[in-house]
């Protein structure tokens, strides 16, 4: 297969806004790719050649991507440069220097998928000193023979930044339409969800249609995306949709870890997919020598503790087990303890399809506990009393607050879906609002006075995961230190566009725009209609969307979450008629 075929379907992709057409685009061409090929062309839409979960990355610089580029189009560093300075897209410097190139002559050969792969996997492959050198010596092997338009793709793929705009949601509807039907797609993503793997969930689909990928199930080693939670402003309000009783348990302030036993192996894993088994070896370890089974698949919550006291620290503490370099001296600094909340798999019992209380019983039959490994504090309560005592007492321990979960039989385990099957209370901020947003950094306008030569506000968007679009919300300028004002072009510039991505609803215009990557938690003092902001447009009043008034950051920058992990546009929507609703 050529690998022009491909730049054509990624080409068609970027030519698009429409989620609906890049479906259709993307189903028509799954319907003609050997199941082996699908799976790859899957992985490499996203500009990867495995899952998220997998450890090695392509991880080529710009730096050594530039160079490429010069030695095969023949044009000067310096000019090469110049573009990329006007672009920031590495892809759209090969394009225009590649066009100016000679036309291909008889010794160079066409490119195939094949030969492509077998080249990013030798640049994936080369790790130490001279590493940039070898990975930039295969990547010129391939942008010799390339067409302007497969060096714009090659150039992407290997530095991560595709910017077609197909995102998992719109290839899962793609793989409804070339192998199902709309009543499959909930199967089909319930596969990945359970999974994290799209090229897997493709070829499955490719080799035995809807019901060989119905018949995927969890794995140990395979992450399982997490299920996540909405909220309520009062207990009273939890309690009525929950029934009449609920399982509260302790909402600590940590890092969440799902974590993979199988035998004498451990592998932690953050909500985003990231191996953090390293930065938590006591953890782990803790863990195997506690598990009764041979194999699980466990979540919980690592938090740090006063080495003195054993009380809990705040988050902030935590992350110090994060950093890549004298992890044995952090491990001694940073005492970590895990409280485990739920059990996802044991011992070839898939458990995502048992009720929570099912889930809870067999959890604690499954570990022994130590000074490591503990369970969460649960209380089961039936009323309003009961819960703000409850409540009370998790604020006492240096909780963020707590989870409400419900005790009834179809309380499942939802994998990367978010309900009211589980609900979070937190205790309130100054500001009106009683929980943060998670948001995503789509822009950022230039600073003046003080803060004239950075990046002085940021454009904030939220996630519509029925449209695949992020949506404005506000405009945030405030709770920034110096500190963080001087690390945002660090942060956000290997994300620059040059215009506004596809995937970005913006009515208000920044001087640059970003690829939605950075998540920043932002609290506010209330929700208000807004002619500016795009977030549930039309929602509540036609002409208007919803904002956040007086945004502030928090000083949290959420390095676990993606940005389809982001606040909703749903949850934003329900916070406001929750909001009025109070009002009242």
Same mark, same amino acid.
């Given at each position: 297969?050529?690998?022009?075929?491909?730049?054509?379907?990624?080409?068609?992709?970027?030519?698009?806004?429409?989620?609906?057409?890049?479906?259709?685009?993307?189903?028509?061409?799954?319907?003609?790719?050997?199941?082996?090929?699908?799976?790859?062309?899957?992985?490499?839409?996203?500009?990867?050649?495995?899952?998220?979960?997998?450890?090695?990355?392509?991880?080529?610089?710009?730096?050594?991507?530039?160079?490429?580029?010069?030695?095969?189009?023949?044009?000067?560093?310096?000019?090469?440069?110049?573009?990329?300075?006007?672009?920031?897209?590495?892809?759209?410097?090969?394009?225009?220097?590649?066009?100016?190139?000679?036309?291909?002559?008889?010794?160079?050969?066409?490119?195939?998928?094949?030969?492509?792969?077998?080249?990013?996997?030798?640049?994936?492959?080369?790790?130490?000193?001279?590493?940039?050198?070898?990975?930039?010596?295969?990547?010129?092997?391939?942008?010799?023979?390339?067409?302007?338009?497969?060096?714009?793709?090659?150039?992407?793929?290997?530095?991560?930044?595709?910017?077609?705009?197909?995102?998992?949601?719109?290839?899962?509807?793609?793989?409804?339409?070339?192998?199902?039907?709309? *009543? +499959?797609? @909930?199967?089909?993503?319930?596969? &990945?969800? #359970?999974?994290?793997?799209? =090229?897997?969930?493709?070829?499955?689909?490719?080799?035995?249609?809807?019901?060989?990928?119905?018949?995927?199930?969890?794995?140990?080693?395979?992450?399982?995306?997490?299920?996540?939670?909405?909220?309520?402003?009062?207990?009273?309000?939890?309690?009525?949709?929950?029934?009449?009783?609920?399982?509260?348990?302790?909402?600590?302030?940590?890092?969440?870890?799902?974590?993979?036993?199988?035998?004498?192996?451990?592998?932690?894993?953050?909500?985003?997919?990231?191996?953090?088994?390293?930065?938590?070896?006591?953890?782990?370890?803790?863990?195997?020598?506690?598990?009764?089974?041979?194999?699980?698949?466990?979540?919980?919550?690592?938090?740090?503790?006063?080495?003195?006291?054993?009380?809990?620290?705040?988050?902030?503490?935590?992350?110090?087990?994060?950093?890549?370099?004298?992890?044995?001296?952090?491990? *001694? +600094?940073? @005492?970590?303890?895990?409280?485990? &909340?739920? #059990?996802?798999?044991?011992? =070839?019992?898939?458990?995502?399809?048992?009720?929570?209380?099912?889930?809870?019983?067999?959890?604690?039959?499954?570990?022994?506990?130590?000074?490591?490994?503990?369970?969460?504090?649960?209380?089961?309560?039936?009323?309003?009393?009961?819960?703000?005592?409850?409540?009370?007492?998790?604020?006492?321990?240096?909780?963020?607050?707590?989870?409400?979960?419900?005790?009834?039989?179809?309380?499942?385990?939802?994998?990367?879906?978010?309900?009211?099957?589980?609900?979070?209370?937190?205790?309130?901020?100054?500001?009106?609002?009683?929980?943060?947003?998670?948001?995503?950094?789509?822009?950022?306008?230039?600073?003046?006075?003080?803060?004239?030569?950075?990046?002085?506000?940021?454009?904030?968007?939220?996630?519509?995961?029925?449209?695949?679009?992020?949506?404005?919300?506000?405009?945030?300028?405030?709770?920034?230190? +110096?500190?963080?004002?001087?690390?945002?072009?660090?942060?956000?510039?290997?994300?620059?566009?040059?215009?506004?991505?596809?995937?970005?609803?913006?009515?208000?215009?920044?001087?640059?725009?970003?690829?939605?990557?950075?998540?920043?938690?932002?609290?506010?003092?209330?929700?208000?209609?807004?002619?500016?902001?795009?977030?549930?447009?039309?929602?509540?009043?036609?002409?208007?969307?919803?904002?956040?008034?007086?945004?502030?950051?928090?000083?949290?920058?959420?390095?676990?979450?993606?940005?389809?992990?982001?606040?909703?546009?749903?949850?934003?929507?329900?916070?406001?008629?929750?909001?009025?609703?109070?009002?009242?």
């Amino acid at each position: 297969m050529l690998f022009a075929d491909v730049a054509n379907v990624f080409n068609r992709l970027e030519g698009t806004s429409s989620r609906l057409e890049m479906a259709t685009i993307l189903s028509a061409s799954f319907r003609d790719l050997e199941p082996v090929a699908l799976r790859t062309v899957v992985y490499l839409s996203q500009g990867k050649l495995h899952p998220d979960f997998y450890p090695n990355e392509l991880g080529m610089a710009d730096r050594s991507v530039l160079k490429s580029i010069s030695s095969i189009s023949g044009y000067p560093d310096d000019a090469v440069n110049s573009i990329w300075v006007e672009t920031g897209d590495a892809g759209e410097v090969a394009e225009r220097l590649m066009k100016k190139r000679k036309q291909m002559t008889f010794l160079d050969e066409p490119l195939t998928l094949e030969r492509v792969i077998a080249n990013l996997e030798k640049i994936e492959g080369e790790s130490g000193k001279d590493s940039q050198s070898s990975k930039q010596k295969y990547f010129s092997q391939l942008l010799k023979d390339s067409t302007p338009v497969e060096a714009r793709y090659l150039c992407r793929i290997v530095t991560g930044r595709m910017r077609v705009g197909a995102g998992s949601m719109t290839i899962l509807d793609a793989l409804a339409e070339a192998f199902g039907t709309k *009543e +499959d797609r @909930p199967d089909i993503e319930r596969a &990945f969800n #359970i999974t994290c793997d799209l =090229g897997l969930v493709a070829e499955t689909l490719a080799r035995g249609g809807v019901e060989a990928a119905r018949r995927i199930m969890v794995s140990v080693g395979s992450p399982i995306k997490v299920m996540l939670a909405e909220r309520l402003p009062s207990i009273p309000l939890i309690l009525d949709r929950m029934g009449g009783r609920t399982a509260m348990e302790f909402k600590y302030d940590g890092i969440r870890v799902q974590a993979h036993i199988d035998g004498d192996s451990v592998k932690l894993y953050s909500r985003q997919l990231e191996d953090l088994t390293s930065n938590f070896p006591d953890i782990a370890a803790a863990l195997r020598k506690q598990c009764k089974a041979e194999k699980a698949i466990i979540e919980g919550e690592c938090v740090a503790v006063d080495p003195a006291t054993g009380g809990m620290l705040p988050f902030q503490t935590v992350t110090h087990r994060r950093k890549k370099h004298g992890m044995d001296k952090a491990v *001694e +600094d940073y @005492p970590v303890r895990i409280f485990m &909340f739920d #059990i996802l798999f044991v011992d =070839g019992t898939d458990m995502t399809v048992c009720p929570f209380g099912a889930r809870r019983s067999r959890l604690e039959e499954t570990f022994d506990l130590s000074e490591t490994i503990q369970f969460t504090t649960m209380e089961a309560v039936s009323t309003s009393e009961e819960g703000e005592k409850f409540f009370n007492k998790a604020l006492s321990m240096k909780c963020e607050g707590i989870m409400a979960k419900s005790l009834s039989p179809e309380s499942v385990y939802r994998a990367g879906s978010r309900g009211f099957l589980w609900i979070k209370y937190k205790k309130d901020y100054e500001e009106a609002l009683t929980d943060s947003f998670d948001l995503v950094v789509v822009g950022a306008f230039h600073g003046r006075g003080k803060r004239a030569g950075k990046y002085g506000a940021l454009l904030m968007a939220v996630f519509d995961d029925e449209t695949g679009k992020y949506c404005t919300v506000c405009k945030l300028g405030t709770g920034f230190d +110096d500190a963080f004002l001087a690390g945002m072009p660090d942060m956000l510039d290997g994300y620059l566009s040059d215009g506004r991505p596809h995937m970005v609803e913006a009515q208000m215009e920044p001087d640059v725009w970003f690829l939605p990557t950075v998540v920043l938690e932002v609290v506010a003092a209330e929700i208000s209609l807004s002619p500016t902001h795009t977030a549930a447009w039309g929602a509540v009043k036609n002409g208007a969307g919803l904002g956040l008034r007086f945004p502030r950051f928090t000083g949290r920058v959420r390095g676990d979450k993606g940005p389809e992990g982001c606040t909703t546009v749903n949850e934003v929507l329900d916070m406001y008629e929750l909001q009025k609703r109070d009002e009242q």
